[in-house]
């Protein structure tokens, strides 16, 4: 039996709109006679967020080889390469303004 979590029909739904969205873009794309540049752009920023388990602003607890301190790291950016077909990501040391804070932990009473 496969342990993985059955999706709800909204999580599948909004797969399905994503996808067609995409779709739709791309052939608006090829439609308008576009670049390949350009339509490569569009096909990295979908599976960026399609296939990424992580998004710009998320902390990080890092332990630092140098000190052995845990530091918190966030993630600047994130990037797709087409020729290794893989993601790749720069960190900060500073927590970027309106993508962090949705993040954070809630802490006290009434909060």
């Given at each position: 039996m496969d342990n993985r979590k059955k999706k709800t029909f909204k999580q599948r739904l909004n797969n399905i709109k994503a996808y067609f969205k995409f779709k739709w873009k791309i052939i608006l794309l090829y439609w308008a006679n576009s670049p390949r540049y350009q339509r490569d752009l569009e096909?990295?920023?979908?599976?960026?967020?399609?296939?990424?388990?992580?998004?710009?602003?998320?902390?990080?607890?890092?332990?630092?080889?140098?000190?052995?301190?845990?530091?918190?790291?966030?993630?600047?950016?994130?990037?797709?390469?087409?020729?290794?077909?893989?993601?790749?990501?720069?960190?900060?040391?500073?927590?970027?303004?309106?993508?962090?804070?949705?993040?954070?932990e809630k802490t006290g009473w009434l909060q």
């Open positions: 096909r990295g920023s979908y599976y960026i967020r399609r296939g990424n388990g992580f998004q710009v602003g998320q902390p990080f607890r890092i332990i630092d080889k140098g000190t052995g301190k845990i530091r918190t790291r966030y993630i600047d950016n994130i990037f797709f390469n087409f020729k290794t077909n893989s993601t790749t990501h720069k960190f900060s040391d500073r927590p970027i303004k309106g993508l962090t804070e949705k993040f954070k």
